[in-house]
């Protein structure tokens, strides 16, 4: 049984910073890709970032990059989003999701597990 467990969410100022994380059990970590995902109240489940299998490759939504980093410890099977320049509009509950395969994935559609979610409050 695959589980991710998201930690590390919080209340923050906007210009500050936060590490979000999450652990993934029941199977290679290394062989999946992981991927970032928030929502919004009232809005749809938006992509955020996501990294490779191997770490190699990442991918992150316009709307944050340049402003946060997605990273992964394969060692440690955990994947971490540090946030930097927080925004209000950054305000959401932040999904950790593994993927379907080593290879990254923009849409939810490309992920088959999903964590419970962390909440991240950014303050105007």
């Known amino acids: 049984q695959v589980q991710t467990v998201e930690s590390g969410g919080g209340l923050v100022q906007a210009g500050g910073s936060l590490r979000v994380s999450c652990a993934a059990s029941?199977?290679?970590?290394?062989?999946?890709?992981m991927g970032w995902f928030r929502q919004a109240p009232g809005k749809e489940r938006e992509f955020v970032a996501a990294?490779?299998?191997?770490?190699?490759?990442?991918n992150y939504a316009t709307s944050v990059k340049g402003r946060f980093t997605i990273s992964r410890d394969n060692a440690k099977n955990t994947v971490y989003l540090q946030m930097n320049s927080l925004k209000p509009e950054d305000t959401a509950v932040y999904y950790c999701?593994?993927?379907?395969?080593?290879?990254?994935?923009?849409?939810?559609?490309?992920?088959?597990?999903w964590g419970q979610g962390t909440r991240v409050t950014v303050s105007a």
């Open positions: 990294i490779s299998g191997s770490g190699g490759i990442t």
């Open positions: 999701a593994t993927g379907r395969g080593p290879f990254i994935a923009t849409t939810p559609g490309g992920y088959n597990y």
């Open positions: 029941g199977r290679t970590f290394s062989s999946y890709a």
